[in-house]
């Protein structure tokens, strides 16, 4: 449905003959009816490449393919047909303060030229649809920052469109109306068939509603996974920091201080544990102090659900002899863990 290849955006600015890279060749690809998510720290390039895919910034290289047309080649009223495609959502709703709620939601079609007649039938519907039905002559001033977005989600479903971006959609917005808004996508995804770019920051987000997610860091796209695999067993580093700054999973400041790169010849480890599926639930700690005889000293852990998988987290030292503590390794990484060495701590004496 959503298709990028090899899309770049520089900005060129007097005295700058260079250009700032924003955007570096990136290719994805989002399929009809899924919910996909771009994750990034701020300044990353994020809102650059969902803005690239309507061509509200035009890349600098590549191509951006949506429901089969070729976009890049457009301009003029060709373009601004597809985008009537193309629904859009921001993070301040951008109302207009004037109009009330179902004019608000009417503009769009009133400006591809709708009749009046046709533009009643189409809103009343949406408004039913996003919870608003009985708001419809309230103006921006009286409705909360969630009836806001509401208003947003439904002028971008107006017109019809067949994919729709989310550009930092809820992050206005506190957490209870943020899983109000969310559920609401998910409801608009299956009911409509309605495939969703979103862009956030926010990993509470990407593990509530999307399929699939990519991890941007300066300009590039460093990681794609489902979310599933992305939350059980990030692939790159700044994946794994993005987790455990989600989960709030990380050794104490005092034994941050002790780690030691390097095992010595009296330090034990301390890993990082990442169960899964069947695993979360088997007493392999238990078993592993038994047959491969160390003690297990459990810093942090925690049980996380993500959609239709359960994730266990744990921080731990495994105390023994080098030998040992080798074997229990192994151990754990036969039995389809993800196992993470932090680093080793000195033995006490």
Do not use: W
């Not at 701020?42 to 290289?61: D, F, H, M, Q």
């Not at 010849?265 to 695993?279: C, E, I």
Request: glycine share 8%.
């Amino acid at each position: 449905m959503i298709r990028l290849q090899n899309v770049s955006k520089t900005y060129f600015t007097p005295g700058n003959r260079g250009g700032v890279e924003a955007l570096k060749p990136v290719d994805l690809h989002v399929p009809k009816g899924q919910i996909h998510g771009v994750i990034g720290l701020s300044g990353a390039g994020k809102s650059t490449l969902i803005r690239c895919v309507n061509l509200l910034e035009r890349p600098t290289t590549g191509s951006v393919t949506v429901d089969g047309q070729e976009l890049t080649g457009l301009s003029g009223d060709a373009l601004n047909q597809a985008r009537h495609r193309m629904g859009m959502i921001f993070q301040h709703f951008n109302l207009l303060t004037s109009r009330n709620v179902f004019d608000n939601v009417a503009l769009p079609l009133e400006l591809m030229g709708i009749k009046k007649a046709e533009i009643s039938e189409r809103i009343t519907p949406l408004l039913e649809l996003v919870g608003l039905a009985d708001k419809t002559r309230y103006f921006p001033a009286q409705l909360s920052g969630g009836q806001k977005q509401r208003v947003a989600i439904a002028r971008a479903l107006a017109s019809r469109p067949r994919v729709l971006l989310c550009d930092e959609a809820t992050s206005a917005l506190d957490p209870h109306t943020t899983g109000a808004i969310l559920e609401l996508l998910q409801d608009i995804n299956h009911q409509l068939g309605l495939t969703i770019l979103l862009i956030t920051h926010e990993m509470e987000v990407v593990k509530t509603i999307c399929h699939r997610v990519s991890l941007i860091s300066g300009g590039e796209l460093v990681e794609e996974a489902d979310v599933g695999d992305f939350f059980t067993a990030p692939g790159t580093r700044l994946g794994r920091d993005f987790l455990n700054d989600f989960l709030e999973l990380e050794p104490p400041r005092t034994l941050i201080e002790r780690l030691e790169e390097a095992p010595g010849t009296h330090t034990h480890p301390v890993v990082r544990l990442a169960f899964s599926g069947d695993t979360v639930s088997t007493p392999l700690i238990s078993r592993l102090a038994r047959e491969c005889g160390v003690d297990v000293s459990i810093l942090q852990a925690k049980v996380e659900s993500i959609q239709d998988r359960t994730l266990g987290l744990m921080i731990a030292e495994l105390m023994g002899d080098a030998d040992d503590t080798r074997r229990a390794i192994d151990y754990l990484e036969t039995h389809d863990l993800k196992v993470e060495v932090l680093g080793h701590v000195q033995r006490d004496a």
